[in-house]
């Protein structure tokens, strides 16, 4: 009996492509087959190999330079004249710091990379890996031949066919099935022959084997990088950004690890399916137009999709309260024993003041609310007995604990009985802002199809609004940080040096071997002590709210969304092209040390070395037409009245500060990483189109 797996393993190097030694080594040694055409011109593999090692190696020296300028000389400093912007000196020196920090943790890790990658390149490691799996596969296939396994299955039903099916002439159950995955799946070819006009259809054993080849080398990149995630965010838990109640770093290894394993096995089905394509020669011309309907599909029916998205909370039309300045309580539970009450609270849906609001008919304050996000406890906002409570709710916590309650009758006044007296509940009108919103598009014939609140606070805050759609179905999102927050004297020296304290005590080198040796030298201290506050965040009020909508239906209104769309098209165009060459070039094969193209060896080159440097030559220019879009986008909020221009000026400067951006990093730092203008220049921008359209130059108080 032929051996169908050993054959399909050993044989398909000498079908498809096999190892010459090396790039260098197995070039030189066959001088007369190097010409191979490119389009007209006779190009030698070795040339394309030097070309395009040395662009890889050139973006990465030029984007490396650039970081490491960019650390040595961050100041953090609004221009001049704007100083006043931050709320202290101390929360500048965090925005160095911050910036700083990110920088090393990301030029690290591209380092790295960089590392590994150039490895697999100058010692053909893509080829070997290829020729190490199919010797692996086929040593199993052949032990399987020879196992006393096989051999006892194969006496357990030999019997049953030879003296009972024999005789009286019927063959073995479902043994058609076993003929017809030989003859026409393992062994045969994925679809006809007139498929065949497209490229070179793959067995089914060809298309797993690179299925598995692809998982395992995108397990091996994820690992690299999961040191410098687990860094990025301790640095965001550090400074406030990530939410320390919902982020947890004491679980990393685990998480790691699930991932790893289902990036293995998970992922063999979807690259399994994007083989199956790109294995013919026009493959990639499928899935770049598969993609773009898809996209075309996804912005003219992006509020079918909206749920898919997250977006399952319509902007409220009544009022909202916003707690804001509390600090962090303990809770009863173990499963959340610290809360945060710096949240948004809805009116109890049932109550008649609530449905009221809801048809216009009024706005009276309900006597309970409720929080209704992803953060952990929920929490209830009553009116009992003249004064106002903070509570859990029973689900949460069977005890209904009071985490603080109001000295007086006015919830939006009152002092509280826990914090300062920045601690405070204010209400905003949903029904103003809504109002706002739509009749200033209906005023311009913007199509907006519903407003959503985003619940973004659970984990970061950071982000703030988006709009996305096409044509007039466009749907707006409001995250819930820009409601939320609090600076004040959280931006203080004490602040400061309670972080230099933490950063003292609680290192990286500290965290990272805790991590690799899955312990916690320091848990039980820490665990006396509350997590660093979240979101710690300045809130927008109205006129910068109405503000941020006007610039994101400027995109709307500016067709934006279909002038990015168009350049997608254009981009991915390209790139998809390049994958297929890489995936079908005997050229690139032979840059790759193979004898023939194997599709999935030349996807994975693709993705780290040819992919990465011409998505990102392409991406200045996409960046480029992004920030352009930007610069329209804030001069048409500012043209529609003073007002709103001097509401975005100062929503951009919180939003710097909120996120310890830099507000004016150098300009070929833009160039080459920012897809969004810097804080002075947009500032400077809006200024120049408030001066023309109105005269004069107004200056932005605090």
């Known amino acids: 009996m032929s051996d169908l797996e050993t054959q399909t393993f050993s044989q398909s190097a000498e079908q498809y492509g096999a190892i010459e030694s090396s790039p260098k080594k197995g070039l030189d040694e066959t001088p007369d087959k190097l ?76 380092c790295v990379v960089f590392t590994v990658v150039v490895a697999f390149i100058y010692f053909g490691l893509f080829a070997r890996f290829d020729q190490a799996l199919r010797s692996f596969f086929g040593g199993i296939a052949t032990w399987w031949e020879n196992s006393r396994i096989r051999a006892f299955f194969v006496a357990c039903f030999t019997p049953v066919w030879e003296y009972v099916l024999a005789p009286i002439g019927r063959t073995p159950p479902m043994a058609w099935l076993g003929t017809f995955l030989k003859d026409h799946v393992w062994n045969g070819r994925l679809l006809t022959d ?37 860094w990025q965010q301790w640095i965001d838990i550090k400074y406030g950004f990530a939410n320390s109640l919902s982020v947890n770093l004491s679980n990393f290894r685990l998480r790691v690890g699930l991932t790893v394993i289902s990036m293995i096995f998970s992922a063999i089905p979807q690259k399994f399916a994007f083989l199956a394509v790109l294995q013919y020669r026009l493959g990639w011309v499928f899935m770049w137009a598969g993609m773009f309907l898809g996209i075309l599909y996804a912005q003219h029916n992006v509020a079918m999709i909206a749920p898919m998205m997250g977006l399952d909370t319509k902007f409220p039309s009544a009022s909202f309260a916003v707690g804001r300045g509390f600090p962090l309580v303990e809770t009863p539970s173990t499963w959340a024993p610290w809360i945060s009450l710096n949240r948004i609270f809805w009116p109890d849906k049932y109550s008649p003041q609530y449905l009221l609001a809801e048809k216009s008919l009024g706005d009276a304050s309900p006597k309970t609310w409720y929080t209704d996000d992803k953060s952990k406890g929920q929490l209830a906002l009553k009116n009992t007995g003249g004064k106002w409570q903070l509570s859990g709710t029973a689900w949460f916590d069977p005890t209904a604990k009071v985490y603080a309650e109001s000295k007086g009758a006015d919830m939006q006044s009152a002092s509280w009985t826990i914090g300062d007296e920045q601690t ?74 309670d972080q230099l304290e933490v950063a003292q005590s609680e290192s990286m080198v500290q965290h990272v071997s805790e991590v690799i040796q899955d312990v916690d030298v320091e848990k039980d201290d820490r665990d006396s002590k509350a997590p660093r506050n979240s979101a710690p965040t300045q809130a927008m009020n109205d006129d910068e709210i109405v503000a941020i909508l006007a610039h994101e239906l400027a995109h709307s209104a500016m067709r934006h969304m279909e002038m990015g769309m168009a350049a997608q098209v254009v981009t991915s165009f390209m790139t998809f092209g390049a994958m297929g060459f890489m995936a079908h070039s005997p050229l690139a094969a032979a840059a790759l040390s193979l004898t023939a193209p194997l599709v999935h060896v030349g996807s994975c080159a693709y993705d780290h070395v040819v992919g990465p440097t011409l998505e990102g030559v392409l991406k200045i220019f996409t960046d480029a037409l992004t920030r352009h879009n930007e ?54 921008h809006i200024e120049r189109a408030k001066i023309k359209a109105y005269g004069k130059k107004k200056a932005i108080g605090n």
């Open 35 to 110: 010409p191979l055409l490119l389009g007209r011109w006779a190009v030698a593999p070795e040339t394309l190999y030097r070309v395009g090692f040395g662009a890889y190696v050139a973006w990465f020296v030029i984007h490396r330079a650039v970081d490491i300028f960019y650390i040595l000389t961050v100041d953090a400093r609004f221009p001049e004249g704007l100083g006043h912007l931050y709320p202290s000196e101390a929360q500048r020196l965090e925005s160095v710091a911050y910036t700083k920090q990110v920088l090393f943790c990301s030029m690290l890790h591209r």
């Open 194 to 230: 007139l498929n065949n006009r497209f490229g070179f259809p793959l067995s089914i054993g060809e298309l797993l084997l690179g299925a598995l080849y692809l998982s395992l080398l995108g397990a091996l990149f994820f690992l690299l990088g999961s040191p410098f995630m687990y």
């Open 424 to 497: 405070h509940i204010g209400l905003r009108s949903g029904k103003e802002l809504r109002d706002k919103l739509y009749g200033f598009a209906g005023e311009r014939h913007i199509g907006v199809g519903q407003i959503y609140m985003v619940d973004g606070s659970h984990k970061d805050a950071r982000a703030n609004a988006f709009v996305t759609g096409a044509g007039n179905h466009s749907i707006i999102g409001l995250y819930d940080t820009l409601f939320l927050g609090k600076r004040g004297k959280e931006a203080s020296e004490d602040d400061d040096e």
């Open 631 to 684: 610069y329209q986008a804030d001069e048409y909020a500012a043209l529609i009245s003073e007002r709103y221009g001097n509401g975005l000026q100062t929503a951009l400067a919180k939003l710097s500060v909120n996120s310890n951006q830099d507000p004016d990093p150098p300009h070929f730092w833009e160039a080459l990483h920012a897809d969004h203008p810097t804080f002075a220049r947009r500032w400077a």
